[in-house]
């Protein structure tokens, strides 16, 4: 069999180059040069991060089902290209000097006693910025593209990066890591759910955060030091915070401590981004500064503008409540018995979907009526927080409509976030 040449191309000695690839035979060498280069720098994106691509991202049901499913996802591949900024580089500091520069990044290998950055943090896939271009006079050029048999289909082309902002967002993952790690000793029961090493990576956060649908347009914004949309990471936050608490089954009560980990340090992370990245004034109180705030300030001084600190409150006081409600409906470890949820009993009965209202009518103003018909001893300091939190919600009940996903994922980490509630069932006989 003989290759469907033209007449011009054939002979004893065939150009196949020209034939191909339409090109001159050095042309046609160099396409073949830097292709097989190219395809030794890219290296595919883990599976843990493939999987989660494709993972519906407003879905607490969706996402439990696709975790379970055995479907393998299709490789993301990418890869990341130095381009000198600077054109008076000179031959010299562009051949010889930077020759073990180019073999270790090449080769994916950080050198000893080298300050060689690893880009797998922020880029996903495994990558190596030798020192010597971990300098803005470089530019990185970062490409993702998805590759099965022929069918090449290109993801995203992220261009002009700079090597300061990948230092400044890699040098900072891994306080992403340790927030979600401090939030979930506060609410998991075993060391073995300390573990956050996913909070690490920039794409898992991002996928987490917007979705597929949204990663690579976010990915690009951030790495080209743009603004990115948050009201996306609030809103898919809050609906599966949501699906995860209207769900009756136990492993629920561990995929809303996960969600609230990941809510709280992605607003970290987003803090970081504006602060530093950006360098524009953010303003967002820290879950640390609202648990503070609602379980010690004096209730008379107690006043609310914002209204995440409002819904952290509402859930803060929702959870110690809940912890009487529990007891008071025949829950105990002493009488070996299950008592009522708070929340699924009262506030979100018959798999509703809580909302601000929900969480106004059905708790914040009825915990005095509940407490009188199940005769629960309210202390007088919960009673005159959750008389100033009520009134603040009536006063600011515009805003918190206009800002309600804001609202519901402070609500659900107050409600997790509450250790006072736990101090208050020890007290109980």
Known sequence: WDAPLSERFRGDEPDLAGAVGALCQSCYSSLVLGAGIFAEISASLPYFLTKELFMPVASAGGRDVAKKSKVRPPAIFG?????????????????????????????????????????????????????????DDYRLTIVYYQASQADVQLRMVIEDVLPSTIQKLADYMPRVADEATEIKRKIAITESDFKAENYRSLIYILIRAYGGGYLWHTLRSILSRRPVNQEKFVRGAALRMNGYAGRVDDKAFWG????????????????????????????????????????????????????????????????????????????????????????????????SKLTPDMVWRKALSRFQEYALKLDIKLTDDFRRRAGVVESEFRRLRQKVERNRDEFLGAFWSGYMLAPEAVKEDNKQP
Request: charged share 30%; proline share 3%; net charge positive.
């Open 79 to 135: 890869c990341a290209l130095i381009m000198p900024f600077r054109k008076e580089i000179s031959k010299v500091e562009s051949g010889e000097m930077l020759k073990e520069a180019l073999i270790a990044f090449r080769s994916k290998t950080l050198r000893k006693g080298r300050n060689d950055l690893a880009l797998a943090s922020i880029t996903g896939f495994e990558a190596v910025l030798p020192d010597d271009f971990n300098k």
């Open 256 to 351: 809303l401590r996960e969600e609230v980990a990941f809510y709280l340090a992605f607003r970290k992370f987003l803090k970081f981004y504006h602060t530093v990245i950006l360098k524009e004034a953010y303003v967002m109180s820290d879950w640390r500064q609202m648990l503070d705030k609602i379980a010690t300030t004096p209730p008379e001084k107690l006043v609310f503008d914002d209204v995440e600190e409002l819904g952290f409150a509402a859930g803060y006081l929702a959870n110690r409540f809940g912890r009487w409600y529990y007891y008071n409906t025949g829950g105990g470890k002493e009488k070996k018995t299950e008592g009522k949820d708070f929340i699924k009993h009262r506030v979100m009965a018959f798999g």
